[in-house]
């Protein structure tokens, strides 16, 4: 089982749809989950992060985080052409691990006008 | 401005050839860390320092190695061992303090000719 897994894309929405991002992880001890965007060629950039259950909201992004379920996900609202990228979920174990990322496969999305 | 600077931004490697790629910050950040990025897929973790003078193997250290001689630098090296070389190689920076989010260089390229 991979530690960090993402649902499988492609994905495709509508411009002004709602896209939804899922992401499970293995370890129980994880504390800390983050949201990174990938344009083709380009680095990873930090878009969100959340430590605690529940929603947290930042502009168009929400990322809530369900850690009895072990799951954290990702909405974007009124989704734009722009928003076309690699979003990669990651994971860090927090403790003497703190700071590395286990970073799960990543999930295409596509948003067209 | 700080951020971390990765050098080259493309680099070519014949067979059976070292190549040191180049990974500095000025963020004044305690940890660093070298991912590879395959097509389609998410980074995996190849080592990781979180103080000088100290480094730990990733998931997939074989065919590589580091130095960090200094807080601002944190080398890789792609050996002749390692057999399947070319990928995208990020570098990366966080600091102790939460969200332990990552800063990430723009990336080298390798590809082996």
Known sequence: QKEVEQNSGPLSVPEGAIASLNCTYSDRGSQSFFWYRQYSGKSPELIMFIYSNGDKEDGRFTAQLNKASQYVSLLIRDSQPSDSATYLCAVSAGGTSYGKLTFGQGTILTVHP | DGGITQSPKYLFRKEGQNVTLSCEQNLNHDAMYWYRQDPGQGLRLIYYSQIVNDFQK??????????????????????????????????????????????FGSGTRLTVV
């Open chain 2, 58 to 103: 990733g998931d997939i250290a074989e065919g590589y190695s580091v130095s960090r001689e200094k807080k601002e630098s944190f080398p890789l090296t792609v050996t002749s061992a390692q057999k399947n070389p070319t990928a995208f190689y990020l570098c990366a920076s966080s600091n102790r303090d939460r969200p332990y989010g990552y800063t």
